[in-house]
C-alpha cells in the first residue's frame, strides 16, 4: 500500500502536496473507491518520483485509470517547459502510439448477430495477432523508411485505404519531424516485418454495438446512432516502437548517468539537447509506424468485411495515439506557452475550435477513444477546453489494469472466461487460453467507474457506450 499523503481538494480531485525535491504538485483525478486500488501501488510514489524532473509545469497529472507503469505512472500527463524541461522516454513508454482506431458501419445489431462465430474467425484469419505472427505485407528497407517519415499518408498512397482515413486521425497520420535515420537497424529489423499485426497483450480488433447515446448533437456530427455497428482497433508500433525506446533509455543513461534521478527510469534528455532532439525524431517515427500498423489493419478489415457484407460502407471516424511526447500551445497561468507534453497511458481531449482537430468535427471538439477491457463496453467521448485547463488537454485511455498478468494466469482459467464471455454474447478468438485469462474483465478496473470520473470532472463528455460482439485478441 502506498504511503504517499493524499489531501481530497474536491469530488474526483485528489492533492499530493509539494515536498522534498518535488517542483509541483501532484493532481490526482479519480474516484474515492478507483483511489483504493491507485494505492495498492507505487502510482503515487511515481506521481511524486515525476514532480522532481526539471522544467515539470503546474503539475504532476494521473488519470482515473491510472496505475504503476516504467518510471511514469500509466494513466500520468506532465508538461515541461521547453528552455528548462525534459524528454523522458519513461513518460512516453514502450508502446509507442499504442492508439485506438474507431470505424463506423451502415450494419446493425441484426446484421452481426446473425453470423458473429463466422465474422470473428474471418477477421482473426486476416488480422495476424498474437506473439510472432507476422504481416504478410513485406516491405524493403527502403519502403520501411518512407512509413516511418510518412506514416498513413504514405501506406495509403500504396493502396491501403483513402484519403478520408488519415485525414480523420490525430495529426492527420504522420507526426512531423520524424526521422528514419534516428531509428537503429536493429529498430527496423524488428518492425519490417510487423506492419499490419496486432501484436500480443491488450491489444484487439473488436466488433461493438452502439448501445446507448448520451449526447444526440455530437452522435449526428460522428453520425452514429443506437444500434449501429462500429470496430475498434486498439495496438500500437510493435516491436520497432519498444526497441526506439529502449535504445534511447540506454543512450541517455551513457550521456547523463542515473545518479541525480529519483528513479532510474526517469532517465530523461533536455528537450533542446540534440539528445532530446533526436529521441523526439525517433520516436515521431514510431508514432508513424503505428498509424500506418492501424492504417494497414483498417484496410484488410474492410476488404474482409466488404467480402461478408458486399454492401458494407467502413469509414474511419477518429483515430487518437496514448503513450507520445508532443510540442504543443497550451495557457498556463494566463500565458500561451509552447511545452513538451508527454501523455504515458493517456489521450488527447482537446475542446471546440482547436486547429488540430479535423474540420469535420472542430465545431464540437476532438473524438476521445476508450476501450473497455475484453467482454466490457468502450466508450466514445469528446474532448472540452476544460481539459485543456485541467489536464493539459488529456484524458484517461482505458480502464487500467488492477491485477497483473502473472496474477490473472494464477486465479484464471481461459477456457472458462471464454465461456462466461459467449454467455454474454460476446464471441471472442485469440491465439492461446493463456492471452484470454490475462486480459479478463476481472484483471482491470470498472470501465464506467473510469468514465464517470472524466466527465464528471468535464475532462471528456460522454457521446456513446459501445458494447463488444466480436472480438479479435492479441
Request: proline content about 4%.
Amino acid at each position: 500500500m502506498s504511503e504517499i499523503p493524499v489531501r481530497r481538494v474536491s469530488k474526483n480531485t485528489y492533492e499530493i502536496p509539494r515536498a522534498g525535491d518535488m517542483k509541483v504538485p501532484g493532481t490526482v483525478f479519480t474516484s474515492e473507491a478507483l483511489l483504493k486500488a491507485i494505492t495498492r501501488d507505487k502510482t503515487l510514489s511515481q506521481v511524486r518520483n515525476v514532480a522532481c524532473l526539471p522544467g515539470i509545469l503546474k503539475s504532476s497529472i494521473v488519470l482515473s485509470d491510472a496505475h504503476q507503469g516504467y518510471g511514469f505512472p500509466i494513466g500520468g500527463v506532465a508538461a515541461f517547459d521547453m528552455d528548462t524541461g525534459v524528454v523522458s522516454p519513461g513518460g512516453v513508454g514502450y508502446d509507442i502510439n499504442c492508439g485506438v482506431r474507431l470505424l463506423r458501419t451502415n450494419l446493425t445489431n441484426a446484421d452481426i448477430m446473425e453470423r458473429q462465430r463466422e465474422v470473428v474467425e474471418a477477421l482473426y484469419r486476416k488480422i495476424p495477432s498474437g506473439v510472432g505472427r507476422g504481416s504478410s505485407l513485406k516491405l524493403s528497407r527502403p519502403e520501411l523508411d518512407k512509413v516511418l517519415e510518412g506514416g498513413a499518408p504514405y501506406i495509403v498512397g500504396k493502396g491501403f485505404g483513402t484519403e478520408a482515413d488519415y485525414l480523420h486521425m490525430e495529426e492527420e497520420g504522420c507526426m512531423r519531424g520524424a526521422d528514419a535515420g534516428k531509428v537503429s537497424q536493429r529498430a527496423k529489423e524488428r518492425g519490417i516485418g510487423q506492419l499490419g499485426t496486432l501484436g500480443a497483450g491488450n491489444h484487439f480488433l473488436e466488433v461493438q454495438v452502439i448501445g446507448a447515446i448520451y449526447d444526440d448533437e455530437v452522435a449526428k456530427v460522428l453520425q452514429l446512432s443506437e444500434d449501429q455497428i462500429v470496430i475498434m482497433i486498439h495496438c500500437g508500433s510493435r516491436g520497432l516502437g519498444h526497441q526506439v525506446a529502449s535504445d534511447y533509455i540506454k543512450k541517455m543513461e551513457q550521456e547523463y548517468g542515473i545518479a541525480h534521478l529519483p528513479d532510474r527510469e526517469l532517465i530523461y534528455a533536455p528537450v533542446k539537447s540534440q539528445l532530446g532532439q533526436d529521441y523526439l525524431a525517433a520516436m515521431a517515427a514510431a508514432m508513424n509506424f503505428a498509424f500506418a500498423n492501424r492504417q494497414v489493419i483498417t484496410h484488410w478489415t474492410r476488404e474482409e468485411m466488404q467480402c461478408l457484407y458486399p454492401d458494407i460502407t467502413v469509414e474511419t471516424i477518429y483515430d487518437v495515439c496514448h503513450n507520445i511526447a508532443k510540442i504543443e500551445e497550451h495557457v498556463i497561468d494566463g500565458k500561451q506557452q509552447t511545452v513538451c507534453v508527454h501523455r504515458k497511458g493517456a489521450t488527447r481531449s482537446f475542446g471546440a475550435g482547436r486547429a488540430e482537430i479535423p474540420a469535420t468535427y472542430r465545431e464540437v471538439g476532438q473524438p476521445v477513444l476508450i476501450p473497455g477491457s475484453m467482454g466490457t463496453a468502450s466508450y466514445l467521448l469528446i474532448g472540452t477546453r476544460e481539459s485543456e485547463e485541467l489536464t493539459f488537454g488529456s484524458c484517461a485511455h482505458g480502464a487500467g489494469r488492477m491485477m497483473s498478468r502473472k496474477a490473472a494466469l494464477r486465479s484464471l482459467r481461459g477456457e472458462e472466461v471464454q465461456q462466461r464471455l459467449q454467455s454474454k454474447s460476446i464471441e471472442v478468438r485469440a491465439g492461446s487460453w493463456r492471452s484470454i485469462a490475462e486480459e479478463a474483465p476481472e484483471a482491470y478496473k470498472d470501465i464506467d467507474e473510469v468514465i464517470a470520473v472524466m466527465h464528471e470532472l468535464n475532462i471528456s463528455r460522454k457521446v456513446a457506450r459501445l458494447v463488444p460482439l466480436a472480438v479479435v485478441k492479441g
